[in-house]
């Protein structure tokens, strides 16, 4: 017999984080070319969009999306909705539907 195991704490904000990054990581999966689009709709400039090196469509959404919400002063009951409108506006409803599903689910967390 080992003993107790070493118990863990995570802050709220640490699982919380860690949740909305998986989640944007599948959002990102979906848009995939349509990053570049996607991110000039949520406002940032085609130089930082630019700037971005990654190997695939999929990590450089990801990063775009990681870009933006540092960019944005609230948290994620804030920017998750802009984001849900702004996939709306560009012609993706599925994934407007997915954002609002992750929003509920981490207001109601």
Known sequence: WEGPQAVISTSNAAIGKHFIDN??????????????????????????????????????????????????????LHYLPQLQETLQNIGRPDLAADVQGMYKEYRDA
């Open 23 to 76: 989640r944007l990581y599948q959002v990102s999966r979906a848009v995939d070319w349509e990053w570049t689009r996607l991110g000039q709709e949520l406002g940032l400039n085609r130089s930082m969009l630019d700037n971005i090196r990654m190997p695939t469509d999929t990590q450089k959404a990801f990063q775009m999306l990681k870009a933006w919400r540092t960019k944005t002063p609230h948290g994620p």
